[in-house]
């Protein structure tokens, strides 16, 4: 007698993709309140922004290439537009948002086939190409809780993000990532940099919350096992220890590791972008391979490099590395010798 058989693998994680991609679009949500409160309602514009284009691009591709519209429930395009507008300044004009969401739509994702063929994180992709050809737009910030201090409503945001007067440009600036990185190439000192109103004993004022509601949200994700703790484990751990050696080394002329941690899109990166099933490493060793030179290419080019954050390239070049990886380090198969 036969009997039908499935493909491997025979046991379900019990989450299917829209699920999936749902629940880490939900888990952002920490992340976006606190960058709502620290930098006003242009965060929410881009998010809106970056879907619609998103959504957008994904059913128009979709009709071109004569397929379902069902990809456009997965949420995979919602979760890329969210990263991504996550990642511009809350003040960028409204092509910055377009631009990057139908980029990442087109040609991180669908170019290459759609979800799961893709071999880079789409919205880093489309991050790194804006930075590179607009480093003006995609560099200057709000100043924390500066937009509540000049009582700037939603209104005035929109017009800004829309219209790009010059009204508002006198309130952006750089992050504290870049202003600490461009300040001691000039040589001034550490303790000199802190003094300044937009830092705090742990990182720059807004950052940090930003931050650890990111990492909320992705220890809710690794406490609902959506995601694996190899890779964050080991990104924010190389990161560490690297900042660490060098601080201790030189407390004078390199950041505190909290500082590296608070900072820029650390978090974001660890726990959401670095994790990513598709352009990741799949092993349990190469997980850690992959998340520790992660965490080792932050530090390297945030110290030493021309960009002050560079989770983005960062996790660009270690997607050319996973299929390596995982290729050197798969498990032994059962029954087989080493």
């Not at 996550?86 to 979800?115: D, E, H, R």
């Not at 800004?160 to 990185?181: E, F, V």
Request: charged fraction near 10%; proline fraction near 8%; hydrophobic fraction near 50%.
């Amino acid at each position: 007698m036969r009997f039908a058989t499935s493909a491997p693998p025979h046991l379900g994680s019990g989450y299917s993709t829209p699920l999936l991609m749902r629940s880490v679009t939900l888990a952002l949500i920490p992340g976006l309140a606190a960058s709502l409160l620290w930098f006003g309602p242009g965060v929410l514009l881009q998010l809106l922004l970056c879907i619609v284009t998103a959504l957008g691009m994904e059913a128009l591709v979709l009709l071109l290439r004569r397929r379902s519209l069902r990809p456009l429930l997965d949420w995979s395009a919602i979760l890329t537009a969210s990263l991504l507008a996550l990642s511009i300044p809350p003040l960028a004009p409204w092509w910055i948002a377009v631009t990057g969401a139908a980029f990442a739509i087109l040609f991180g994702k669908q170019l290459y086939g759609g979800l799961g063929f893709n071999p880079f994180n789409p919205a880093m992709l489309a991050y790194a190409v804006l930075l590179v050809s607009f480093p003006r737009q995609m560099t200057h910030w709000a100043p924390p809780l500066a937009l509540a201090l000049q009582d700037a409503g939603w209104l005035d945001i929109w017009q800004q993000i829309i219209h790009h007067s010059d009204a508002m440009d006198a309130y952006t600036m750089a992050t504290p990532l870049d202003s600490m990185k461009t300040q001691l190439g000039q040589g001034r000192t550490l303790h000199v940099i802190q003094e300044d109103a937009i830092y705090s004993p742990l990182a720059g004022k807004g950052w940090q919350s930003v931050n650890l509601g990111f990492m909320l949200g992705g220890l809710w994700l690794w406490r609902h096992k959506l995601i694996g703790w190899q890779i964050p484990s080991a990104f924010l751990g190389s990161l560490t220890l690297l900042s660490m050696g060098f601080f201790v080394f030189a407390p004078g002329e390199y950041p505190t590791p909290l500082f590296h941690l608070l900072s820029g899109g650390t978090m974001l990166g660890a726990f959401f972008i670095a994790t990513d099933p598709v352009s990741a490493s799949t092993t349990p060793l190469g997980r850690l391979i992959y998340g520790a030179l992660i965490g080792c290419l932050v530090f390297i080019i945030r110290t030493f490099g021309g960009y002050p954050d560079a989770v983005a390239f960062s996790v660009l070049l270690m997607n050319l590395v996973a299929p390596t990886l995982d290729y050197y380090t798969q498990p032994r198969v059962y029954g087989k010798p080493r």
